[in-house]
């Protein structure tokens, strides 16, 4: 039974297009986050939402918006795509006082 | 503010020996400190933690890291390499009290028979 689950696994669309990302987990946590896994393997923290409120919102475009529907989901959201937007995105979860985060298998999204 | 610096973008290994993947942090404030592992086409997973108490601490499949605050490090060894443990390993630090993780640039560990 997969704790974090993301869908699609792989996505590939043509640049000025809008598209979403889904996230589900099944852990019971109240924190979830989108990080962004560039081409050189970097990751870098996107959002965090706490029992559905944006808690951190780093420098990323207003291109991007997460939606929180309830504490178990939190989606992506893309509009206008961009060749730059290349990148495995990967969604997390924790329970805010443990800190340990439990990540999805990540979507693979290209932008051509 | 806090910063991760992993040395080396690659360590090689033979089937075996001893794995040394090594990880400087820096944090304003005392840290908890990760290691994840990532296997190709995979998501990240947590090899093991630091967050308070024994400064020693073990993981899965045999790795342990040791936190050393004077020299602001948490170094992840393995005693014997196995061609299983190849793949992309990220040490993450996050500040007490908030749970955002920074993570290092990552290691590759290759693995030869």
């Known amino acids: 039974d997969t704790a974090v689950s993301q869908t699609p696994k792989y996505l590939v669309t043509q640049m000025g297009n809008d598209k979403s990302i889904k996230c589900e987990q099944n852990l019971g946590h109240d924190t979830m986050y989108w990080y962004k896994q560039d081409s050189k393997k970097f990751l870098k923290i996107m959002f965090s939402?706490?029992?559905?409120?944006?808690?951190i919102n780093e420098t990323v475009p207003n291109r991007f918006s997460p939606k929180s529907p309830d504490k178990a989901h939190l989606n992506l959201h893309i509009n206008s795509l961009e060749l730059g937007d290349s990148a495995v995105y990967f969604c997390?979860?924790?329970?805010?006082?443990?800190?340990?985060?439990?990540f999805g298998p990540g979507t693979r999204l290209t932008v051509t | 503010a806090q910063s991760v610096t992993q040395l080396g973008s690659h360590v090689s290994v033979s089937e075996g020996a001893l794995v040394l993947l090594r990880c400087n942090y820096s944090s304003s404030v005392p840290p908890y400190l990760f290691w994840y592992v990532q296997y190709p086409n995979q998501g990240l997973q947590l090899l093991l933690k630091?967050?308070?108490?024994?400064?020693l601490v073990k993981g899965i499949n045999g790795f342990e890291a040791e936190f050393k605050k004077s020299e602001t490090s948490f170094h992840l060894t393995k005693p014997s390499a196995h061609m299983s443990d190849a793949a992309e390993y990220f040490c993450?630090?996050?500040?007490?009290?908030?749970?955002?993780?920074?993570f290092g640039k990552g290691t590759m560990l290759l693995v030869s028979p």
């Open positions: 939402y706490n029992n559905k409120e944006l808690i």
């Open positions: 997390a979860s924790s329970q805010t006082v443990l800190v340990e985060q439990y």
């Open positions: 630091y967050t308070t108490g024994a400064t």
């Open positions: 993450a630090v996050s500040g007490r009290g908030y749970s955002t993780l920074t």
